[in-house]
């Protein structure tokens, strides 16, 4: 079992930088691939970006250098750096962790462990 925490979410006027963070715990030995994803409301949950245990990355088209993923093995934990933020990038944030060993693998449906979620909300 892993246990994820995601803190870090907030209020930010486009434009901004937010970063998130989330804390692993649990069967963290384990080389599992990290992911971040985000639903706004009345839509579905939707992938952003992951990151293999190895540090390979990969990203949604939409936050496409904007948005930069890192993780720390030593500290079990994973981030997110969200920069240039956009009104549409307002949605709950999720931690994920999969067994899938390609970050572009990594899905909903593929998600093994999920986070609680952390509000990100950007003005115009």
């Known amino acids: 079992q892993v246990q994820l925490v995601e803190s870090g979410g907030g209020l930010v006027q486009a434009g901004g930088s937010l970063r998130l963070s989330c804390a692993a715990s649990g069967r963290t030995s384990s080389s599992y691939t990290m992911g971040w994803f985000r639903q706004a409301p009345g839509k579905e949950r939707a992938f952003v970006t992951a990151?293999?245990?190895?540090?390979?990355?990969y990203y949604a088209d939409s936050v496409k250098g904007r948005f930069t993923i890192s993780r720390d093995n030593a500290k079990n934990t994973m981030y997110l750096q969200m920069n240039n933020l956009k009104p549409e990038d307002t949605a709950v944030y999720y931690c994920?962790?999969?067994?899938?060993?390609?970050?572009?693998?990594?899905?909903?449906?593929?998600?093994?462990?999920w986070g609680q979620g952390t509000q990100v909300t950007v003005s115009s």
């Open positions: 990151i293999t245990w190895g540090g390979s990355t």
């Open positions: 994920a962790a999969s067994w899938v060993t390609a970050a572009q693998a990594m899905g909903v449906r593929k998600t093994d462990y």
